[in-house]
């Protein structure tokens, strides 16, 4: 029985943990000497244009071309997500897809709950990798200016980004703004049992995760 050709496809959306997930899937490919394909999926319009997110993408098809792979941004046009990841996968000889578990938090179809059932269905025989991405990786630097010390001081039942401490709920951590915005849009890092997470922060006010 002849071996098929193995393939291996790396999906990212908006965000910092894409280049985690670049790294796992260019380690895949090494291992099993396959080609890599990154694949984006774009949702914003064609004459909109958003600077964070292009920052994103040039690092993202630099980290893909340093490991020796192709990097495709697909236009949504009003299709389904999932529809183009296995499109794309069809086209490219594919045989394992790796995506990130809290992506799911970022796409609108993700969050009905039904994206990873559906690409399951779609996919037929290609291979799953579902990578836990709740950790950022260091692309701070590219993405958001340099970190400052910062608390989350609790307002009835929000917490808001705050230069002082106030109360005793207030948490204390370092704040990453992103570049290329005028209000306090970013990360929040803070320590918790000695390991570093990220909480999302959306004008000044921290917004948890659905």
């Known amino acids: 029985m002849e071996t098929r050709a193995e393939g291996i496809m790396v999906c990212v959306h908006y965000g910092p943990h894409g280049q985690r997930l670049i790294h796992r899937g260019g380690e895949l490919a090494r291992r099993l000497q396959a080609p890599l394909i990154v694949l984006t999926v774009d949702a914003i319009g064609d004459n909109e244009y958003n600077m964070q997110k292009q920052h994103y993408l040039s690092a993202w098809e630099n980290q893909t071309k340093e490991a020796g792979g192709q990097f495709l941004i697909r236009k949504c046009n009003g299709r389904k997500t999932v529809d183009i990841i296995v499109e794309a996968a069809k086209e490219n000889g594919v045989t394992q897809i790796v995506l990130g578990q809290s992506i799911r938090t970022l796409w609108q179809e993700i969050t009905k709950g039904n994206f990873i059932n559906d690409l399951m269905e779609q996919a037929g025989t290609i291979d799953l990798h579902i990578v836990a991405v709740q950790?950022?990786?260091?692309?701070?630097?590219?993405?958001?200016?340099?970190?400052?010390?910062?608390?989350?001081?609790?307002?009835?039942?929000?917490?808001?980004?705050?230069?002082?401490?106030?109360?005793?709920?207030?948490?204390?951590?370092?704040?990453?703004?992103?570049?290329?915005?005028?209000?306090?849009?970013?990360?929040?890092?803070?320590?918790?049992?000695?390991?570093?997470?990220?909480?999302?922060?959306?004008?000044?006010?921290?917004?948890?995760?659905?």
């Open 135 to 210: 950790r950022y990786p260091e692309m701070l630097e590219q993405t958001h200016e340099q970190g400052s010390t910062a608390y989350l001081v609790k307002e009835g039942g929000r917490y808001i980004l705050a230069e002082e401490a106030a109360g005793s709920e207030t948490i204390k951590g370092v704040f990453y703004r992103e570049l290329d915005t005028d209000f306090n849009t970013g990360l929040f890092k803070l320590v918790k049992n000695g390991e570093a997470q990220y909480l999302r922060i959306v004008q000044n006010e921290w917004v948890k995760p659905v």
